[in-house]
């Protein structure tokens, strides 16, 4: 090879060995910008900046690592969306909250949130005593914590308020408020009983039939008017908290009834009570007489704007059928609760199967919470299948074993010691001597032992 030839070839290897320095030069180069772009990408992306931390992952070739930043700026933007919502809850605007964390789907607790402006919006209707709303929107969550007990209080001081107009006599009021409750307790019947109410004093001439046959004699504080069916006293001041009673004797006590219960209402201070006291016995027929002697009560209630409420069914010896069975037979055709039932020395006729309550009869005063006061001499209480069949059938039954003084005397010690009072909604019940209660549920052994 020449002179000139090994020139030239000793200048292409220089080139080339400088050709492949420069080139690894290049590639170290861009091998530490790499890194350094990497490096300032994933510090944007622990820093939070996902859009530029995305933009360096992009211009990397990374797709993968740029779409991890765009789910995180979803992932920010919803959080950013969480927080607002959560604003607009703090402040109580409780539709626009739910709207905004039904928009985030299943982001995080977003669901549970949503239910949670349900609820709080539920409580400022229940403040506002606003319980229909309150209890419509409750009824959507019904796994929400703290709904049920909400739910619950909301019914119940409805039902409250329908009570409160239904014996004020605000009667529309009262159609709208059991309306809005629905099917709680007996508010649909009590409902109907108010539309009732209204159809009969639509109907009633301008000059009402008064329930009375004859001119009533005033008495103080009420007055007392002579019916066929017996004695009807009425309160002057008839009113919201005035009370009913249905007094019915039993084979032979129809004289008594008209003594006993006169000289109750001739008493300094009679209850607030329209009080019907019949003349004809209590036995057979019970059903015809409870008919007859409820529409005469209720008549008696009607003219004196009285809703008629809080009922007391009392019966002496037979007469303890036609009482027990009109609990029975009101709440099963009208939905009316009888409160309590005061049976006087029924004794015996506890026997008598025919005339006693059945064992549906059972279930229906058991039903209406029906509370039976069952005056007797000792020895009778569970040995008597009719209180056994009520006590069996889940009602509430107090035997009152009275120490003495007759069957006339079991009777008149009811209004004497203060047991007529007690029951129709003033003062205390009646503890003396001549009293022991014995209340009874299915393991009871009274008669037979304490």
Known sequence: MTR????????????????????VAWRFLRTRQRQAALGRAEAFYTAGDYAAARDVFLSLGLGERARDCDEQLVIEEKKTEYRAAESLLQTGDYLGAKEAFLA??????????????????????????????????LGTLPDYPGAKALLESCRETLYQRALEATYACRLDEAVRRWGELGDYKDSESLRQRCLNRIVAMNEAPEEPVRYSEYAGYDLGKGVLYYHRLGLIYVPKDAGPETRCMIFYPGGYDEALANNYLTEYIYSPDPPNAIML??????????????????????????ENNVFLHDLVLCGASMGAYTACQGAAILYENYGVRTRAVMTFDAGMHWEMDGHTLTPTQCDSTAKAGTLFYLFEF???????RAIELMVAHGNNVTVVECAGGGHYGIITDAMEYGMLDWVLGRGERPVNSNYTYYPLDKNSTYPYGV
């Open 104 to 137: 985030l789907g299943d982001f995080e607790d977003a669901a549970q949130r949503a239910q949670e402006c349900d609820f709080r919006r539920a409580e400022r209707y229940a403040e506002d005593d606003r319980h229909a709303e309150a209890i419509s929107l």
């Open 378 to 384: 000792g020895g009778v209480g569970m040995n008597k």
């Open 4 to 23: 000139k030839g090994r020139r030239i070839l000793a200048f292409v290897l220089l080139l080339t060995v400088l050709l492949l320095g420069a080139l």
């Open 277 to 302: 006291l019949c003349y004809a016995n209590g036995f057979g027929h019970e059903a015809d007489k409870v008919e007859d002697s409820w529409r005469t009560l209720e008549q008696a209630a009607l």
